[in-house]
């Protein structure tokens, strides 16, 4: 499979991953329950909840409809999309797809991981980003590229993607020290 | 006087490339100023070398703008809007003016992409108004019947765009043949090949041409259901699928007994992929669908006399139905007057790598691969020297230079060891490594692969440690006869094309560029200076300068020197990594 995740998960990740909030799995499985075909939407819906597919979301979603553990953890380790990990806040998707690797997209993703000191599939220590390579985002004509959340940045340059993050982090920063005032 | 239309570009490719900010400076313009003009929205018209793109369309005629940014735009709406005076400099495409990249648009032949950068994909009335929906419409009103749809199909000459190449209209008549109580349609809309984005367009652009091109196929084989595989990676064209088939089913042209057709009940629903290259095998593709691994299954039976839910399944690739509704309007003949006598008809190329005008063409069968890559791709970036192209992605192959002049249709292709595939184009320069292209591939199909057969998983992987020892100078005599005798069990004993195809980029650059295998195992040189273990960094002492720099960046402390005295390197400890290369302001480090 494409994205190999490493193991070594920070600690702040690894608290959050003790006590995931399991209440909005109840709709989603309501909503499936004896469809079809279910299996791979009710990963993806658990997954845009929140960020992965936690051990107790996977008993959760067998008990509630019947599909066997082995079955769903068969299905979630076949596709790359799955995580059974938490992830940072920002997913950075560097593309080594054909077009990518022809226009030297190994010197983004060095300069990232100097930058975010994490290697490929690794998440950095504040848990802000994740470093990931991806297969092809489609804008191959804009190759280098990559996509953080739904926004792709084409025409990269070791620098100008850096220079992406910095203001990324800037801007988490600031949102944290807001949300830390109102709480005061 | 007609109002003015500001028209700007917001395909994928527009929108990383700053459309939307464009899009929100001009709104804010329009609104601030209260300036009088129309502000819509398209995708992508091909030409993202120019994204963000931004047209005009006055009394005079339509105006293209390209490389438009925030400040360029408020110049545009300030000269061309206001003040009526186009701004010839930034205008790359009009009926008015000759421009530099007039020849883009010279020997293409829209059909597949007919309204693609020309309506809006999230309104129906744009699309209804180019001929939409005319061809179900007649139809229904002419009562044509199944077997007639699917005779001017063959007529037409058709064959799958996914890749396989397989008559259309006979894939059909297979599917109307089996007798079943359900029966589906797929839209292959997986897209894996990396370096291709032909379906993404086509869906971004005119989302209702392929839903056409489905509803007709559904009707014609007798089908009951619909799905659109559609890969996750492609956020906007699911969006923007999901709005057109909500239009469709309002205006009638989903539900039940369509267009008064009684009997004729069709929904069709967007399926989003999991991430996996292999998913785009059809076999592989209906058991994802069912929720299961997504491993391909022997064929026969094929889908068309088992496929989803073991009905009777007809699966076609996005361009392939976003031909049909354009076929059964203007008739078979006018599409099969394009095109060779076994290719017919027109292709979509996606142009990337090493290309002056990268984007999406769309052009005759039969026309040469020079003619697409020099006149409407421009040439290589930089004026740098033609290599090779890579036709196929992962299952193909790389044309080299002296074949340049194959004509693009299914069999000139396949004598060249490449396959025509769905589109990808990826063009490589001098600079471009062709062992290390081959291991880029392994390493792809590698990781893709199912894992069902064994040749597949663990051949691949041998083939895969052969070519990286290759690139990290430690390929050895006998090394490319040992890929050539994996390769070749690899597609006997593999059950899909995947694994049928994977050797195919290894054998290629084997039978064009043999020598510079050889380079890597017996010279530990790279030609194209790209693999960095093959590459020896040396200082040119008339350059150098002694400003310490290589030897502060130098991660394994290799560069000895003082200040303002020549600096040289130990080769023995050097890593190649190239940092000093990078870091020289004094173009004072050779590599070679
Ligand atoms: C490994 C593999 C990947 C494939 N990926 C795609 C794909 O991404 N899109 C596609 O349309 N066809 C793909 N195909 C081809 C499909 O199996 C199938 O032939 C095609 O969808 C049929 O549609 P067509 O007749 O319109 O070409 C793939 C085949 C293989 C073996
Ligand atoms: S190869 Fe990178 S976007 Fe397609």
Same mark, same amino acid.
């Given at each position: ?48 909840? =929140? #960020? ?7 008993? &959760? *979603?067998?008990?509630? $409809?019947?599909?066997? @553990? ?66 092809? =985002? #489609? ?7 990559? &996509? *953080?959340?739904?926004? $792709?940045?084409?025409? @990269? ?28 | ?592």
């Amino acid at each position: 499979m494409r994205i190999q995740r490493i193991d070594n998960q920070p600690e702040i990740i690894s608290e959050q991953q003790e006590n995931p909030d399991l209440s909005g799995l109840k709709p989603l499985i309501e909503k499936y329950r004896n469809k079809k075909g279910n299996l791979i939407p009710l990963l993806q819906g658990t997954q845009e909840m =929140l #960020g992965y597919i936690p051990e107790e979301a996977f008993k &959760m *979603i067998s008990e509630g $409809t019947g599909i066997n @553990l082995s079955d769903m953890y068969g299905v979630a380790t076949f596709y790359s999309q799955f995580r059974l990990h938490p992830v940072g806040k920002n997913i950075i998707k560097v593309c080594h797809g054909t077009a990518c690797h022809v226009q030297n997209a190994s010197v983004i993703t060095d300069a990232l991981e100097e930058t975010l000191k994490v290697c490929d599939g690794e998440t950095t220590e504040d848990g802000l980003f994740t470093l990931e390579s991806v297969a092809c =985002l #489609g804008c191959c004509s804009l190759a280098p590229v990559m &996509m *953080i959340g739904d926004e $792709t940045y084409g025409k @990269l340059t070791s620098k100008s993607a850096v220079k992406v993050i910095r203001e990324i982090r800037i801007q988490e920063k600031k949102e944290q020290a807001e949300s830390s005032i109102k709480k005061d | 006087m007609e109002t003015t239309k500001v028209i700007v570009g917001l395909g994928s490719c527009g929108i990383a490339a700053g459309g939307n900010k464009v899009y929100n400076k001009i709104k804010e313009m329009k609104e601030l100023e209260n300036i009088d003009f129309i502000l819509d929205k398209t995708s992508c018209v091909g030409m993202c070398f120019r994204e963000p793109l931004v047209e005009i369309i006055d009394e005079t005629g339509a105006y293209l703008y390209g490389d438009i940014d925030e400040k360029k735009a408020i110049e545009i709406i300030d000269q061309h809007v206001q003040k009526l005076t186009p701004v010839k400099e930034y205008i790359v495409h009009s009926d008015l003016y000759e421009t530099r990249d007039d020849n883009f648009f010279k020997g293409q032949v829209k059909i597949a992409l007919r309204d693609c950068g020309f309506i809006n994909p999230e309104n129906l009335d744009e699309y209804e108004a180019r001929n939409g929906y005319v061809a179900l419409k007649n139809i229904a009103e002419k009562g044509i019947s199944q077997e007639d749809i699917i005779q001017n199909v063959l007529d037409s000459g058709l064959r799958g765009r996914g890749g396989g190449g397989f008559p259309t209209g006979l894939k059909w008549r297979f599917a109307l043949n089996s007798e079943a109580d359900e029966k589906y349609v797929i839209c292959n809309a997986d897209e894996g090949d990396p370096g291709a984005f032909m379906d993404r367009s086509l869906l971004e652009g005119d989302p209702h041409a392929v839903i056409e091109g489905m509803i007709i196929a559904a009707f014609a084989i007798g089908a009951t259901g619909g799905v659109i595989y559609c890969r996750a990676e492609y956020p906007l064209a699911i969006d923007r699928l999901n709005i057109a088939l909500e239009q469709a089913r309002k205006a009638g042209y989903l539900g039940s007994d369509i267009l008064g057709i009684t009997g004729f009940n069709l929904d069709i629903y967007v399926k989003e992929g999991a991430g996996a290259f292999v998913c785009g095998e059809e076999t592989a593709l209906m058991a994802s669908v069912e929720g299961k691994r997504g491993m391909p299954n022997k064929r026969p039976p094929f889908p068309a006399e088992a496929g989803l839910w073991g009905k009777p399944t007809n699966i076609n690739n996005v361009e392939t139905f976003a031909n049909i509704p354009w076929i059964i309007v203007n008739g078979p003949d006018a599409y099969a007057a394009y095109g060779t006598e076994k290719s017919k008809g027109t292709k979509v190329f996606a142009l990337t790598g090493k290309i002056k005008n990268g984007g999406l063409v769309e052009v005759p069968m039969g026309i040469t691969i020079r003619e697409v890559i020099f006149n409407l791709g421009g040439g290589i970036q930089d004026d740098k020297r033609f290599k090779a192209v890579q036709l196929g992605g992962p299952s193909g192959g790389c044309i080299p230079e002296h074949l340049i002049d194959t004509p693009i249709d299914y069999d000139s292709v396949n004598a060249t060891g490449a396959i025509m595939g769905s589109g990808g184009m990826v063009v490589m320069d001098e600079t471009t490594c062709m062992v290390d292209m081959a291991r880029f591939f392994l390493d792809f199909t590698q990781k893709e692969s199912c894992g069902k057969c064994t040749f597949c998983r663990i051949g691949t992987k041998r083939m895969l440690e052969i070519l990286t020892r290759i690139c990290n100078a430690e390929g050895e005599e006998g090394d490319i006869e040992k890929l050539e005798e994996l390769a070749y069990h690899i597609k006997d004993a593999s059950l899909c094309g995947l694994g049928q195809t994977a050797p195919n980029p290894v054998l290629t650059t084997i039978r064009y560029f043999r020598d510079e295998y050889e380079a890597h195992i017996r010279d530990k040189k790279c030609p194209a200076k790209s693999c960095k273990k093959l590459l020896t960094y040396e200082v040119i002492p008339e350059m150098c300068t002694g400003c310490t720099v290589c030897a502060k960046n130098c991660p394994v402390d290799t560069i000895r020197g003082a200040r303002k005295e020549l600096h040289f390197i130990e080769q023995d400890k050097c890593t190649h990594c190239g940092v000093c290369f990078s870091k020289c302001k004094f173009d004072a480090i050779r590599v070679y």
